[in-house]
């Protein structure tokens, strides 16, 4: 074998660049641009600004202080070591999340908590005051026994109205 490896891997990075024509330049040359590793974690973070964007608690804290200075936003058992359906219970908690989100537009004054205890699923919101009670005590029954029907478990909603948003501090 008279080719060394590393002109093996040439010839293949050459040939598979000559097949792809988005990395060939218009000139007909090509080239390959790399860049240097950046190894932070910047997922979820809140960019820093003038100081006149308001936060809430939930969304102030970075995501590593999950579970110690803030807690979990879904409570279940799932993900214990053994136990199965921890993806459908995520992708349950999205419905709900969206189910609440479209039935109480633009009242949710901060993120939803889902506890799941024994059979029974409660559902945890703070909501703004901006519809009249009537209509909230109307769209609670309506939530509570859609959920209950698609589900097929009691499910219950504990809602606190507030007048405002609870501001944590500015960014």
């Not at 792809?20 to 240097?36: I, K, N, P, W």
């Not at 939803?112 to 029954?141: D, E, S, T």
């Not at 698609?150 to 501001?167: G, H, N, R, S, W």
Request: hydrophobic letters at 35%; a positive charge; proline letters at 2%.
């Amino acid at each position: 074998m008279a080719v060394s490896f590393s002109s093996a891997v040439r010839f293949t990075l050459q040939s598979s660049l000559s097949r792809s024509g988005s990395l060939c330049s218009s000139s007909g040359s090509r080239g390959l641009h790399v860049t240097a590793v950046c190894c932070k974690n910047r997922a979820a973070r809140v960019r820093v600004g003038k100081g006149d964007k308001p936060l809430t608690y939930e969304k102030a804290l970075q995501p590593h202080y999950i579970g110690h200075r803030k807690g979990w936003l879904s409570q279940h058992t799932s993900n214990l070591k053994g136990e199965e359906g921890a993806a459908e219970r995520a992708v349950e908690d999205v419905f709900i999340r969206r189910f609440m989100f479209g039935t109480f537009h633009n009242c949710l004054a901060n993120e939803i908590v889902i506890k799941r205890r024994g059979n029974m699923l409660i559902v945890c919101a703070l909501m703004l005051q901006k519809l009249q009670p009537q209509k909230f005590y109307f769209l609670i029954g309506y939530s509570e026994s859609l959920l209950s029907h698609f589900y097929k478990c009691p499910v219950k909603l504990e809602i606190q109205t507030m007048q405002d948003k609870a501001v944590y501090k500015y960014l």
